[in-house]
């Protein structure tokens, strides 16, 4: 089992910034991808970011130039550094990692529970 947990999101002004976190903890052999996804309300969701073991990144056209995503492979850590937020930007956040389990061959996609972001006045 893998557990993701973000932590970060809240209430912010429009033209503001936040930084999500996601630690990935549990039975671990290796993490591939990792991202970020949203989902606002009525909509479905949609990734936003993603990066790979070897730290390519790439992002959604609409947050391209405002976001940055990194990880810390030794930390099994992902993050996402979001600048000139925008109300269009409210919604929940999750993350997600493409994981290895120890002892077994398979990669599976694990999700965070979420974390909600709002950006308003």
């Known amino acids: 089992q893998v557990q993701l947990v973000e932590s970060g999101g809240g209430l912010v002004q429009p033209g503001g910034s936040l930084r999500l976190s996601c630690a990935a903890s549990?039975?671990?052999?290796?993490?591939?991808?990792m991202g970020w996804y949203r989902q606002a309300p009525g909509k479905e969701r949609e990734l936003v970011a993603i990066?790979?073991?070897?730290?390519?990144?790439n992002y959604a056209d609409s947050v391209k130039g405002r976001f940055t995503i990194s990880r810390d492979i030794s930390k099994n850590t992902v993050y996402l550094q979001m600048n000139s937020l925008k109300p269009t930007d409210t919604a929940v956040y999750y993350c997600?990692?493409?994981?290895?389990?120890?002892?077994?061959?398979?990669?599976?996609?694990?999700w965070g529970q979420g974390t909600q972001v709002t950006v308003s006045s």
């Open positions: 990066i790979t073991r070897g730290h390519t990144s």
């Open positions: 997600n990692a493409a994981v290895q389990y120890s002892g077994s061959q398979n990669t599976v996609g694990s």
């Open positions: 549990g039975s671990i052999f290796l993490i591939y991808d």
